[in-house]
């Protein structure tokens, strides 16, 4: 049903969204058993990336129109790395995160709405981290790191308003190691899918999170989906948000109405792009946290599609805080990175809410 708020604006209001809320760890749950990720007696999937030791998260959500940043701290430092996929991206400090430059550690990542505006925000992180004293030491200071990525929500809303310095040094004011609010809030805030044949076909998405603890191992993710293509639960290989019918009750299924031959309009490059973090407690290299980087888009891949096009830039950061010394297995952490990241985009568009003109998952499933 419909309702309005206090600012007289309206929104999709579902009956269900405590069913709803009770049923994203179920669906967590159960990804990683129909995945066929084997388990020990003593593994867990849990709640959120804060499960990673060394790691907090905070959001800020401007109150003026749906847009906000998220950032997620690790300010011991932590290795880093980072994959892009998607053909427009917007990006801060990703060079720096390549294996073969100097710099070994990030202290935060951010991501934000907002589009190139955004990147803003990585510098109220770093003021944050400076008034600290966390940062790279250069002798004369120290330099927090901080890479960021931001999606693009201008089109939701004032696009005049957009998260700035301000609101990434907010948003790190907020970061604990209490599990983070997942859906419409911090750079889930504007976030969008199912926009292959427009935004007026669009739903609403969000921002998600989940990890897995495996025989003393713990990999978390957390991801703000904006994507221009349909997202599918893995497990039923149903799509549960994306493109609707013309009439805007039920959802189209964007590839399969692409084989029927139904025409694409033009799409401006940018106007998407699903961004997140992975993150894990143990020891791993600049080269292998980047390979991990690259496997957890394989969670992307199995949830969003089509994923990667010319309009999305999906970046996905990877962190090794180093914090257990179990041994580490490259391959398994990334593939668990990947499992993380797939449950993670599945809870962002169950918990979203839907607002003017974007339903979201719950209201068609009603």
Do not use: W
Not at 253 to 278: C, D, F, H, K, Q
Not at 294 to 309: C, E, F, K, S
């Amino acid at each position: 049903m419909k309702r309005s708020n206090d600012n007289g604006e309206t929104y999709f209001h579902t009956t269900r969204r405590n069913v709803l809320r009770a049923g994203v760890a179920a669906t967590g749950l159960g990804l990683f058993e129909r995945a066929g990720v084997a388990r020990s007696t003593d593994s867990k999937v849990s709640g959120s990336i804060i499960d990673v030791t060394g790691i907090k998260v905070g959001h800020f959500t401007d109150s003026r129109r749906p847009t906000g940043c998220t950032v997620i701290l690790a300010e011991d430092g932590a290795i880093a790395g980072v994959d892009v996929r998607g053909a427009a991206p917007g990006t801060r400090e990703t060079d720096l995160l390549n294996p073969i430059n100097s710099v070994q550690q990030a202290h935060a990542i951010m991501l934000s709405g907002g589009s190139a505006f955004g990147l803003d925000t990585g510098t109220g992180a770093m003021r944050f981290l400076e008034e600290r004293g966390i940062g790279f030491d250069v002798g004369v200071a120290r330099v927090p790191i901080v890479p960021a990525a931001i999606l693009f929500d201008l089109g939701v809303g004032d696009a005049k308003i957009r998260p700035d310095a301000e609101a990434g040094y907010k948003a790190c004011k907020t970061a604990t190691s209490t599990a983070p609010a997942e859906g419409n809030i911090g750079a889930g805030a504007g976030a969008t899918v199912g926009k292959l044949f427009g935004m007026a076909r669009a739903m609403k998405s969000g921002i998600g999170t989940a990890a897995i603890k495996l025989d003393g191992i713990t990999v978390g993710a957390i991801v703000a989906v904006n994507a221009v293509g349909d997202v599918i639960d893995p497990g039923t290989g149903k799509v549960i948000a994306g493109a609707r019918t013309k009439d805007g009750k039920s959802l189209v299924n964007s590839m399969a109405a692409l084989l029927r031959g139904e025409p694409v309009p033009p799409l401006m490059s940018g106007t998407a792009t699903t961004i997140g973090v992975v993150a894990t407690n143990v020891v791993l290299s600049k080269v292998q946290v980047t390979k991990v980087a690259q496997m957890a888009h394989d969670g992307l891949a199995r949830t969003i599609n089509p994923v990667h096009t010319a309009f999305d830039g999906d970046t996905i950061f990877a962190l090794a805080t180093g914090k257990t010394s179990k041994p580490a297995n490259v391959t398994l952490i990334g593939a668990l990175a990947a499992e993380a990241m797939a449950q993670a985009v599945v809870r962002a568009v169950r918990a979203a809410r839907g607002i003017a003109g974007l339903p979201c998952a719950g209201d068609l499933e009603r």
